[in-house]
């Protein structure tokens, strides 16, 4: 392909931090068509500098950042008045998908004749994303048993809740709480009382469905939220969840026998989020603690 574009290649100097940026540089026309692509570049792309150039640096996007990137791109360059910064993603060769951050600056037709062009800065930015990854995670999960934390199971029945009104579907939420479990951490040792809970965080997992969440909500309580779900359903996943999590653990050669008392609020699908979200959060909880007035009545 052709370019009808005079964009000089950089003296001898220059050409040299060219080839050896350790990030991406591409100079290209003002809609986008590579002239000039470094090396860093096209290791990042998995492709040579004759497999880029002629061709537009917006086709080398991952289909989803596609659009994002054509829309900041046509209204930066309506007025390129300071540097385009723009997130997206770059899909190379064999599907690779690399993470990075475009700082593309106009550069002016001169008086000898060199025509208007862009140069872009690429700098793959997978290590900040994944470290932005595992902090967003940290933030949404407790730490000890890897379950979503109160935040996140906040934000789940919020979802469940919404899911419902829109179209029209249960939702239920359970509260689980352990049984003398104070006593186990005061007998036994706060080592094996994190175990028990590690452990109850495992079996709840074994049980749930594929649109169940389960949540450690702080201490020894637990929650469940459970979408497009009958009260009916949720009993027996409640028994299911019972039966699983008071089996005899043995832990570090100490048999513990926990027991649990749960509780489940549902609502109907039809209302606000807002209206109901307290309601089904305290019902939940008020019939866990009627659960466990009837267990110790029973012993």
């Known amino acids: 392909m052709v370019i009808e574009v005079d964009v000089s290649p950089p003296p001898a100097d220059r050409r040299s931090v060219f080839a050896n940026a350790p990030m991406g540089i591409a100079l290209t026309t003002p809609s986008g068509v590579l002239v000039d692509a470094n090396p860093a570049l096209c290791a990042m792309l998995g492709r040579t500098e004759d497999e880029v150039t002629g061709r537009s640096v917006l086709d080398q996007l991952h289909p989803d950042a596609a659009p994002a990137a054509h829309a900041a791109h046509a209204s930066w360059i309506a007025a390129p008045v300071r540097p385009l910064r723009h997130e997206t993603r770059l899909q190379g060769a064999g599907g690779t998908v690399v993470p990075v951050q475009v700082t593309a600056s106009w550069v002016a037709e001169s008086p000898d004749g060199q025509a208007a062009h862009l140069v872009m800065i690429v700098e793959d930015i997978t290590e900040r994303k994944e470290l932005e990854a595992q902090l967003v995670h940290r933030s949404l999960h407790d730490p000890l048993t890897g379950l979503p934390n109160r935040l996140l199971f906040q934000d789940r029945l919020w979802h469940a809740l919404e899911r419902g009104n829109r179209e029209n579907t249960p939702t239920c939420v359970l509260i689980i709480d352990l049984d003398g479990f104070k ?15 590690v452990t109850l965080a495992e079996r709840l997992r074994s049980v749930l469905r594929a649109s169940d969440t389960a949540a450690r909500l702080g201490g020894d309580e637990f929650s469940i939220v459970c979408e497009n779900t009958e009260l009916a359903d949720a009993q027996v996943l409640a028994d299911r969840v019972r039966a699983q999590a008071t089996e005899p653990l043995v832990l570090d050669g100490t048999t513990v026998t926990v027991g649990l008392s749960i509780g489940i609020g549902s609502v109907v699908g039809g209302v606000q989020p807002g209206e109901v979200y307290e309601r089904v959060v305290r019902e939940a909880d008020d019939a866990m603690y009627a659960d466990k007035a009837r267990r110790r009545r029973s012993t």
């Open 183 to 197: 006593a186990v951490n005061d007998e036994l040792g706060h080592p094996i009382g994190d175990l028990v809970l």
